[in-house]
């Protein structure tokens, strides 16, 4: 059987989980890995296509969570592998620090056409979100000469240090890591059905933004002239997929217009038409200074790229580079997944994203742990009650065959390929809701 018909495949488990030989590989290979990992299940994976995964025992799970939300186009895409195929027999590194190719300014190009706004974009590439949340540090510093940054609450901006500096998810992250970049400091996220300062939305008005920012980060502890970047994700994903109300952004935007601060967007996540739009940025009408993207940008291949308008991007030659950053074989990648996503797979997300919410959000009314479905596009959130009732459902639906990754405090994602069907999407909505009904009578 070819890897593509295993796209076409239902669920089935056929062992025990793990199975035999997956037990065996994960024993073997466990002694030899960074105790760091996490392996939230213990899923040896053979191989994937589209949104079906198949583990070295021969069972066949659904995939809804995508590599954490990073195989945009679903598992080796054909598009995808022919187009990394014929550029890895072509050139496979060269450094784009350093030396021309083509692909490299036609992926800056795209991305600079379809980014939100009107005015010109210039694009840094990068192996990862991580460095492009460093990149855009650096830049915010340089264009502003300014040295302090403020990040959010529910926060993840990834794990080197500059980046965990901005990260507040979790405080395992940071525990034993510090001490951190100097001059961050973290306001309140927009999470408005568990309101960090227990106001109630809208009757609000926002208040997150102007108690945590203006009346008490500008007040008490930094001056805004101080201030290089304020850097949010437009849907926190880690955090737990919570979507803001527009106004939180757009308040953002006008603190930063007022104090001549960038605003940086980080859409490592949300962004490459994860929500129905190519940049989460879009549903908000807000457009940032700076945009962070990675994951779904070239479909699981590692790239990331850190955007800013042109005006902003005044470091000279020198001042910045990546080894492997913008490597050709990613960059081929890219493009193909960038026609893909152009061509049907956002609409994709969109339809059958709100297809699942509303599945989920009907199926899960009545069930007593859970507290909210939440999300846009294929972005989406549900928030139970406690942190084990969240641990159980996702372990629930492992051993029935659907992955799915928990986040935020109590919080699951479902967060599929865009390929994902709407048949697909109904199994994914039977499994998970099933799962939550038997957790929530579990003693
Ligand atoms: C919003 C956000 N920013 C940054 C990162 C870090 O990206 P990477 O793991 O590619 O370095 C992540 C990863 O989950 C993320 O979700």
Known sequence: MSVQDLARRPIEIVTELP??????????????????????????????????????DG??????QAGVATCSTGHCHPAVAAAVRAQAETLIHICGTDFHYPGYGELCERLARLAPGDDGWQTFLTNSGTEGVEAAIKLARYYTGRSQLIAFRGGFHGR???????????????????????????????????????????????????????????AHTVPPDEVAAIIVEPVQGEGGYVVPPPEFLRRLRAICDKHEILLVFDEVQSGMGRTGAMFAAEHFGVAPDVIVLAKGLASGFPLGAMMARREFMTWPSGSHG????GNPVCIAAALTTLDLLENGLCDNATRVGAHLEERLTRGLAEIPIVREVRGLGLMIGVELNAPAQAEAVADLCYRRGLLVLGCGKRAIRLSPPLVITKEQADSAADLFIAACAEVAVTP
């Open 19 to 56: 199975g035999p030989r997956a037990r065996e590989m994960i024993g073997h290979a466990r002694s030899f890995l960074s105790p760091s990992l996490i392996h939230v299940y213990p899923l040896m994976v053979k191989r994937a296509a589209g949104c079906m995964v198949e583990d070295a």
């Open 59 to 64: 069972n066949v799970f659904l995939d809804c």
């Open 160 to 218: 080197s240090l500059g980046a965990l500096s901005l990260t507040a998810s979790k405080t395992k992250y940071r525990q034993g890591f510090g001490p951190l970049l100097p001059g961050v400091h973290q306001s309140h996220f927009a999470h408005c059905s568990d309101c960090p300062i227990g106001q109630a939305y809208p009757a609000c008005d926002i208040a997150c933004i102007t108690e945590g920012i203006e009346r008490d980060l500008f």
């Open 322 to 325: 990546s080894t492997c950053g």
